[in-house]
């Protein structure tokens, strides 16, 4: 219309262009943001979990005793939050040469929970004819015990694997049961593979 004075705005599309991908690139960082989020929750969530699971320690010295044969006794502690079902174990013992086949290998299991700060004990009866305990001075062993339990809350299964080494006896006298080193477990593994040990026990 004449003497009319219009006023309009007019975009440019290259405009149009760079906000299209302003507003693409900030829903990305938000979908990105989320999924950190989500992995950060789950992850969390799965540390919890493994604060509160079923697990063993040996509160106690492990006990041994010799009259016509040897006899260890291992006390296993549930120190977790949760208690601990179908409890099994493998225990292999050894010479620490790592020269011979075991001289015990055998498995056990338990019927009963074991509750929070509840405990149980495990035997291990060694013949006569393996260790000759009628001697002063009989060789180290290792000692090494696979634990399999579950969780009734979290319904998972769970292993651990103890490596201890008793240090045998020495003019008559009694030597403790230590805890084996780093490098020893890695000969105690190929010891396993070149005597055909259940690869459970090793793989833990």
């Known amino acids: 219309m ?4 219009r006023l309009g705005f007019r975009i440019k599309p290259r405009l149009i262009k760079w906000s299209n991908i302003i507003a ?3 829903t990305s960082v938000l979908a990105v ?3 950190i989020t989500v992995y950060l929750t789950i992850t969390a969530w799965k540390v919890q979990q493994e604060t509160t699971r079923p697990y063993f320690v ?3 010295s492990p ?3 010799i009259s016509d044969e040897l006899s260890l006794e291992l006390r296993f502690n549930n120190v977790g939050v949760h208690p601990a079902v179908d409890l099994s174990s493998e225990t292999v013992v050894f010479n620490e040469q790592l020269s011979a086949k075991p001289i015990y290998y055998d498995e056990s299991s338990i019927v009963n929970e074991i509750p929070k700060d509840g405990a149980s004990s495990l035997i291990v ?5 393996e260790i000759y305990p009628k001697q002063d001075n009989i060789d180290p062993q290792y000692v090494v015990v696979d634990l399999q339990y579950r969780d009734p809350i979290l319904k998972k299964f769970y292993n651990q ?3 201890m080494k ?3 006896e020495r003019d008559g006298k009694m030597q403790p049961i230590v805890h084996v080193q780093v490098e020893e477990k890695d000969n105690i593994i190929k010891y396993f593979n070149n005597y055909g040990i259940d690869p459970k026990v090793r793989s833990h």
């Open 2 to 5: 004449e003497g009319e004075l």
């Open 58 to 60: 040996l509160k106690e």
């Open 161 to 163: 694997t103890i490596y």
């Open 33 to 35: 943001t989320a999924l």
């Open 125 to 129: 009866t060694i013949p006569s004819e």
């Open 24 to 26: 693409t690139g900030a």
């Open 63 to 65: 006990k041994v005793e």
């Open 166 to 168: 008793w240090r045998g």
